[in-house]
């Protein structure tokens, strides 16, 4: 059986590839912030599906010392880790660079980029000793180059892990590691994240505009999850680009907007 770790999967995206892997027998380690989240977890994954298997482990992405205990835990309930996913992410408040103060600053670049970074690092020793693995790290909002008004700093962050992603790719290609590295496009998913600041610590209103972009170009994170378990799970291809949310899918989306009847926020 195979074993895929992931960071940040207490809900969301995180939660929603967990259960896709178990679905297909692979023994799974969810790990987040908060134990009684992770248990809650764990108990639905296991409630609903009946193949593979799940254990938990705390692990604060921004810890050095969670991380190497993230992977001797998953070491020592399974072996070898095939699969590591750098998925612990947060939103930034609304707000322009300016008037973001440095706790704000540092919340999202040390989750969303040095926890994946110092994670890529960790990992990537465990996995080369191996001489196999492979390590996907989540795009988002700014990994084009797009730019949008109060999500400045989360941009700087996702541009930088792609750029992250790619030169890992690289360096693992041209050393033969035997390890690889991928990208994972989400595209818009409509989760806690969309409505929440600093993991749940201050609420982002999302205007009309935005909400009409998201009914068009959004979807429920088990939809993504489901799109993009499969393809890592057939993967072989180092330095690939696993994309959910393609210019194509959303051309047609926002061709076909007005026959779309989803409203993600009727309530
Ligand atoms: N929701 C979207 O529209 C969207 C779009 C593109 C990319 N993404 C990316 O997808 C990933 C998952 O997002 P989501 O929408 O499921 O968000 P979410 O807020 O639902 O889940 C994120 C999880 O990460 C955890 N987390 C936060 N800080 C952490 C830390 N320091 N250590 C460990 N875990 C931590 C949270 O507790 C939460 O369980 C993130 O990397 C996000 O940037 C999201």
Same mark, same amino acid.
């Given at each position: 059986?195979?074993?895929? /770790? ?68 998953? #070491? ?34 040390? /989750? ?63 050393? #033969?590691?035997? /390890? ?34 998201? *009914? ?7 939809? /993504? ?12 291809? *180092? *330095? ?6 393609? *210019? ?20």
């Amino acid at each position: 059986m195979k074993t895929v /770790v992931i960071t940040g999967s207490a809900r969301g995206l995180g939660y929603e590839m967990a259960k896709v892997f178990k679905q297909n027998n692979f023994n799974v380690i969810i790990s987040d912030l908060n134990l009684e989240n992770l248990k809650k977890a764990k108990e639905n994954l296991d409630s609903l599906i009946q193949t593979g298997n799940v254990e938990l482990c705390v692990c604060d992405v921004t810890n050095t010392s969670d991380i190497k205990a993230l992977i001797d835990f998953a #070491k020592e309930k399974f072996n070898e880790i095939d699969i590591w996913i750098n998925n612990a992410g947060v939103n930034q408040p609304e707000k322009a660079i300016w008037d973001l103060t440095e706790d704000e600053i540092n919340t999202v670049i040390n /989750v969303d980029l040095k926890g994946t970074i110092m994670a890529s690092n960790l990992i990537m020793q465990e996995m080369i000793k191996n001489k196999k693995g492979a390590i996907y790290n989540i795009e988002g909002y700014g990994s084009n180059d797009a730019m949008m008004l109060g999500l400045s700093i989360y941009g700087t962050s996702k541009r930088a892990i792609t750029y992250f992603t790619e030169a890992l790719a690289k360096e693992s290609e041209e050393r #033969k590691t035997g /390890v690889i590295v991928g990208k994972l496009s989400p595209g818009i998913m409509i989760t806690d994240f969309i409505t929440n600041a600093l993991g749940n610590k201050q609420k982002i209103n999302l205007s009309e505009k935005t909400k009409k972009v998201y *009914n068009i170009l959004g979807d429920y994170p088990d939809v /993504v999850a489901n799109y993009l378990v499969k393809e890592m799970i057939t993967n072989t291809k *180092n *330095n690939a680009k696993i994309e959910w949310l393609t *210019n194509k899918k959303a051309a047609w989306r926002f061709m076909t907007a007005a026959f779309n009847k989803r409203d993600f926020f009727k309530d």
